[in-house]
């Protein structure tokens, strides 16, 4: 049985209060010390996707966002794979970072690799082209918080767990043509593990976009180039994000000369 076959029950109970911090214990998959792991509905996977964006875990409001998106679709008579589906699609990279995201996916060309006008597309009428993940598919928090890559998820044993088993299904079924997007270092650490285990190739990798989090606004206004490398603070490294960029747009356009 699946977990959301597992939690669905609940998931459809009006009884059943969604709320807590930072998820409602019946959803509690694993602790490891000060780490939690809990259920929430971000396993269906797009076979059929050309590109998979992958974040680090999701945060408590994408994890709510799902949890209250699946209640609402099974509530309303959808099968669950139906449910399951729109709960990831309506959950995955929501809020202000979706915004951050798609202006820097379309600034190095992703969406001209894809034949879109934007990848904003990828959102809306273009879902069926992307695949929404994250390095860990549940969300994770430390001390009750969002888990934002400290300490390092090929750490813990439970963290490294949920890579080799869930994150590593999702690559091999999304086969040996998918590229992907891993957003910040420390995701791309991961699949850098994940390359060295024969998963997917290097051309498959589009990695160095900086995480599209808000925390992330200077670093992300210099590589979008709207802030000149003169008023940057020291915590950026504008040499860094330079060599990242030049390299993104030339891994996207060798894969545009190969189609």
């Given at each position: ?27 509690l998959?694993?602790?490891e ?26 945060g ?45 996916l ?56 949920q ?67 003169e ?29």
């Amino acid at each position: 049985m699946s977990y959301f076959e597992k939690f669905s029950p609940l998931l459809a109970d009006t009884a059943f209060n969604l709320a807590g911090r930072p998820l409602p214990q019946d959803f509690l998959l694993a602790s490891e010390g000060n780490l939690e792991t809990f259920y929430a509905p971000f396993d269906y996977i797009n076979t059929e996707a050309r590109i998979t964006i992958c974040g680090i875990t999701p945060g408590y409001q994408q994890a709510m966002n799902a949890l209250n998106e699946a209640r609402k679709q099974l509530q309303a008579g959808a099968s669950l794979e139906e449910a399951k589906r729109r709960a990831k699609e309506t959950a995955s990279f929501s809020g202000p970072m979706r915004s951050n995201l798609i202006a820097m996916l379309d600034h190095i060309g992703l969406h001209q690799l894809v034949g879109i006008n934007s990848c904003a597309r990828l959102f809306d009428t273009h879902q069926h082209l992307v695949h929404y993940t994250s390095a860990l598919r549940y969300p994770v928090f430390v001390d009750g918080e969002n888990y934002s890559g400290s300490p390092a998820m090929l750490s813990r044993s439970s963290l490294r767990q949920q890579i080799d088993t869930h994150l590593a299904e999702e690559v091999r079924a999304l086969g040996k043509t998918c590229i992907y997007v891993p957003l910040g270092p420390k995701v791309a650490e991961v699949f850098q593990r994940l390359q060295n285990n024969g998963l997917l190739r290097p051309e498959q990798l589009l990695d160095g976009l900086p995480h599209p989090s808000g925390a992330n606004a200077e670093r992300i206004s210099y590589f979008l180039g709207t802030k000149s490398r003169e008023s940057l603070s020291i915590k950026t490294n504008p040499s860094v994000l330079d060599n990242a960029k030049a390299q993104l747009r030339g891994k996207i356009n060798k894969l545009k000369a190969m189609e």
